[in-house]
């Protein structure tokens, strides 16, 4: 049976492929971003005790209370943000559903999804699956801004929503004040939703985290996504979840609940029990993995590699040029045989394959000792 039309160019994610290669070479993986070290360990032993307790069976639906009720509180204490835990947070399995979901759920086949690129592969896929088409403005490295005229010209009759990522993977751009206000202006005058997939919220090493609903006339316009993988270090929970109005909530819950209805239910007390740690938790958190970010930059600039600022999440982008090599794609697939490590060409999150040929993405959130070993072995880059 041949795949469906609309997966035509999904086959195999590029972080499928590249852990395979991991594995079959031996090389340190520095492609895949997922730590190599549990998170915290009261959120661990609240997962086994509710596992003892019994709590193993379908949580409702939309997620249990106490953890929807987490979520709200932790929107209130970051960021100021009213959501109300029964009718406006929807528990997700991963961040990963949610944005699915949305896209299912927001979206009429034929409408435009506007995106930035290098995107977050999901998100094409989930626009397929949807029937919905992206228009992509480009991230332009090394600063990774963006045209406001490119932007406002993308937009059609038909675009639906603009699908956000910040912090951004892979680049590790955090999206400016400014930037946001642009985006938001523009939602404004054209009357667009915002999906804002914020992952990497509590992953800022420079700047600020800006959630976009917090801008004047945005709360009501926008369903926020998160996720306690990378905040807690637990990313093969999957427990994710959208926020927001009502009316975009609900959205999502009715195609949710057709996908995987609920999942997780001792994972989703774990998250509760994680929101609910104090400020020191998610200040050494950001500086655990800021002391990560400089030690892989140093290491890579050490090569030669030209490296981009990543002020965010747990990846940094070198630009393969600075060392005389201009594809990406090649450089990747080569580089378990030249040097033991893996890594993620960038150019499979663009569609201007020229915008992201030369590039390549490292994540640093491995432990020193790898990040070490990895550096060592790309020192053969510059031998
Ligand atoms: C930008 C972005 N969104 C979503 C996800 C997926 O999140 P989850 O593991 O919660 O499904 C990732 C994971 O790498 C990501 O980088």
Request: glycine fraction near 8%; charge should be negative; proline fraction near 5%.
């Amino acid at each position: 049976m041949a795949l469906a039309a609309r997966f035509d160019g999904f086959g195999t994610t590029i972080f499928a492929e590249m852990t395979a290669l991991a594995a079959t070479t031996g090389a340190v993986n520095l492609g895949q971003g997922f730590p190599d070290t549990d998170g915290p360990a009261e959120v661990r032993d609240a997962a086994i005790d509710a596992i003892r307790a019994g709590h193993n069976q379908y949580p409702p639906g939309s997620g249990i209370p106490e953890l929807r009720h987490a979520i709200a509180a932790h929107q209130r204490r970051f960021y100021d943000l009213e959501v109300d835990p029964d009718s406006e947070v929807l528990v997700t399995t991963g961040a990963t559903e949610a944005i699915a979901a949305a896209m299912l759920g927001l979206c009429e086949p034929g409408d435009e999804v506007l995106t930035f690129e290098p995107y977050y592969d999901s998100y094409a896929a989930c626009i397929a699956m949807a029937g919905a088409e992206r228009r992509v403005v480009t991230l332009r490295a090394p600063s990774y801004a963006f045209s406001i005229a490119e932007l406002e010209a993308a937009v059609t009759d038909r675009t639906r929503l603009v699908l956000l990522n910040s912090p951004h993977n892979p680049t590790g751009k955090v999206f400016t004040r400014r930037e946001l206000e642009q985006v938001a202006a523009l939602c404004a005058e054209r009357d667009l939703v915002v999906v804002t997939d914020e992952v990497y919220e509590h992953l800022v090493f420079d700047g600020e985290h800006i959630p976009i609903a917090t801008l004047p006339g945005m709360r009501d316009r926008t369903l926020t996504i998160s996720s306690g993988g990378k905040t807690f270090s637990f990313t093969g929970w999957k427990v994710g979840w959208v926020s927001g109005p009502h009316s975009m909530v609900d959205a999502v819950r009715v195609a949710k609940q057709y996908l995987t209805y609920a999942s997780g239910t001792p994972f989703q007390r774990a998250i509760a029990v994680g929101l609910a740690l104090d400020d020191t938790y998610y200040a050494s958190f950001a500086a655990d993995l800021r002391a990560k970010r400089d030690r892989l930059a140093a290491g890579l600039a050490d090569t030669g590699l030209e490296v981009f600022p990543s002020a965010g999440t747990y990846f940094l982008t070198v630009d393969i040029r600075s060392i005389g090599e201009s594809d990406g794609m090649e450089f990747c697939r080569s580089l378990p045989g030249r040097c033991g490590v893996v890594a993620v060409p960038n150019v499979v999150f663009y569609d201007d394959v020229d915008a992201g040929r030369p590039l390549v993405r490292f994540t640093f959130c491995k432990r020193d000792s790898v990040l070490d070993d990895a550096i060592d072995r790309l020192g053969a880059l510059a031998r």
